[in-house]
């Protein structure tokens, strides 16, 4: 079973509600689910769209046909009409206009209707949800407009539902987090907003300075004072933050830093998403000086990764990046699977008073004296090239790729963070391997060896340069020739993909 919803209408019209009671109702049903959003940058009006996936084996992408429309506004339908299957149906918003605020729980009990969804388990989860009866009664209007035309009865199988965002948060909370720094900036809001709801409940203050130069130097400020600190931003947010970046290379105090991509350069297309923003990642600031780049492709990797850059940071005094992007952060995935148990993370370095403690910007002496010496500074240097080696050592322990698919396939797919969805979906069935980059920096030597036991070679991201593909070939000289890039400002189709790859 798979069905492919699209649910559209202007911003601030509830499509987000809708999406959410279809998810929860399916998963409590023991299917699975994939949530796509697509919206301008409107706080009101314009044209929004989610594409909701529902299955009853894993999904973690959409696709280009649809099965079904609900049009919150006359629009969606003129606009969509053209995706759609033969076989299809469409749900209009003004079948229940009169009920206002409560259209959406009617839309959505009238599509769970035709999907063979008993009506019990709907109106238990719009209770659980909404506390005005008006909302029971929404259930009863629409669940009795339509027709059962399919089955869905349960499955035993525990699913949960969760966004790139919350899990980047959990992930947070897990390494006992204190302080998160952040500016609003799309995607990366969504964390600050998550975590300032969970604030008191688990312990952490969530602080909003003036800009996203005072973000990353008050983040190290904290930090030096022996907090365990994150810092969120964007790409355009990121590049203010670069100079303090360079300060954390120098002082050697710990930080973590959520950068969120989004389509660039400047303003670029601001809700939507891209892979541009690996090169900053890796070589944002000035000078040589140790960094470690994460790059999940999951809501459950985005948990365990988010500890493990925790980890590293403290560990080695180091700048830790986790890199997602748009789809990712606000995609909502759904998974049977649990996430590994967190690393417990310890501040075990000298604190501010415990004893005098000096962090200096300047090249300086091992008792953080400032010095210009020549012998001082090749020190300093090769101290922290010393480091990042020690690093390399210590991720080894870690996932740093994963393999997919086909394990004996001489057909190997090379990709990272969210297209790993897309890539999963699309191969299925296929003469594939996948190999999944998730430690960007340090980059895997198994890497090369997966490359050269293969006889075809595509490199898949949403870029228009490869810049995983480039990375490669700095660190092994190898070019990879075959390469699926989408730089549209949106995410990769499975069912177009798996065309570009041979498949039907």
Same mark, same amino acid.
């Given at each position: ?7 559209? %209408? ?7 509600? !809708? ?11 023991? #299917?699975?689910?994939?949530? #796509? $959003? ?6 009101? %009006? ?15 992408? &959409? ?16 606009? =969509? ?6 076989? +299809? ?53 629409? #669940? ?26 959990? %992930? ?11 500016? /609003? ?7 600050? =907003? ?31 004072? %022996? ?24 002082? @050697? !105090?710990?930080?973590?830093? #959520? ?18 923003? *690996? ?6 600031? =000035?000078?040589?000086? /140790? $960094? ?21 940071? @403290? ?12 789809? *990712? ?12 148990? /967190?690393?417990? !993370?310890?501040?075990? $370095? ?13 090249? =300086? ?19 922290? !090239? ?22 004996? &396939? ?19 069935? *296929? ?10 920096? /340090? *980059? ?18 949403? +870029? ?8 490669? $070939? ?31």
């Amino acid at each position: 079973m798979k069905y492919n919803i699209l649910i559209g %209408g202007k911003a601030g019209q509830g499509i987000n509600k !809708i999406s959410e009671i279809i998810g929860k109702v399916i998963t409590k049903q023991g #299917y699975f689910v994939f949530n #796509y $959003r697509d919206y301008p940058s409107l706080i009101r %009006g314009g044209h929004n769209f989610n594409v909701l996936t529902i299955s009853d084996t894993p999904v973690s992408s &959409s696709e280009s046909k649809i099965d079904t429309i609900i049009a919150m506004d006359d629009k969606t339908v003129g606009i =969509h009409k053209k995706e759609l299957k033969k076989k +299809n149906w469409i749900f209009q918003g003004d079948k229940f206009k009169e009920l206002g605020r409560d259209m959406n729980i009617a839309l959505a009990s009238a599509y769970l209707k035709v999907i063979g969804v008993p009506k019990k388990v709907i109106i238990d989860e719009i209770k659980s949800q909404f506390k005005h009866k008006e909302a029971i009664a929404a259930v009863e209007k629409g #669940y009795s407009s339509e027709k059962e035309e399919h089955k869905s009865p349960a499955i035993k199988k525990k699913i949960s539902i969760m966004s790139g965002t919350q899990a980047v948060a959990e %992930g947070a909370i897990n390494s006992e987090i204190d302080i998160y720094f952040a500016y /609003p900036m799309t995607p990366a809001t969504g964390v600050l =907003h998550e975590l300032a709801a969970r604030q008191r409940n688990n312990n952490v203050k969530v602080i909003q300075p003036e800009n996203e130069i005072a973000v990353a130097n008050a983040g190290l400020g904290a930090s030096f004072a %022996g907090k365990k600190v994150m810092i969120g931003t964007s790409g355009g947010g990121y590049d203010l933050m670069t100079e303090a970046l360079s300060l954390q290379g120098q002082s @050697e !105090i710990p930080l973590v830093v #959520y950068l969120a991509s989004r389509p660039g350069p400047g303003t670029g297309v601001p809700t939507y998403t891209s892979q541009a923003d *690996l090169d900053i990642a890796l070589r944002g600031g =000035h000078g040589e000086f /140790p $960094r470690v780049v994460i790059a999940p492709g999951d809501p459950t990797e985005a948990i365990e990764k988010t500890n493990e850059a925790f980890y590293l940071a @403290e560990k080695f005094r180091t700048l830790s990046i986790i890199l997602t992007d748009k789809h *990712l952060a606000e995609s909502e995935f759904s998974t049977d699977k649990q996430a590994k148990k /967190p690393l417990k !993370i310890s501040v075990n $370095r000298k604190l501010p008073g415990q004893a005098i403690v000096k962090a200096n910007s300047y090249e =300086h002496t091992d008792k953080q004296e400032t010095s210009e010496d020549p012998e001082v500074t090749k020190r300093g240097a090769e101290r922290r !090239i010393a480091k990042y080696n020690q690093i390399k050592k210590e991720v080894k322990k870690f996932e740093m790729i994963k393999i997919h698919g086909k394990k004996n &396939s001489k057909n190997l797919i090379i990709g990272w963070g969210s297209t790993k969805g897309a890539i999963l979906d699309a191969i299925k069935g *296929l003469d594939y391997k996948f190999l999944q980059v998730l430690y960007m920096k /340090p *980059l895997s030597d198994e890497i090369e060896k997966e490359i050269k036991k293969a006889k075809k070679i595509i490199l898949v991201e949403n +870029n228009v340069t490869g810049q995983l593909g480039r990375l490669i $070939r700095e660190k092994s000289g190898i070019k990879i020739e075959n390469r699926i890039l989408k730089y549209d400002s949106r995410p990769f189709l499975s069912d177009e993909l798996r065309k570009q790859l041979g498949g039907k």
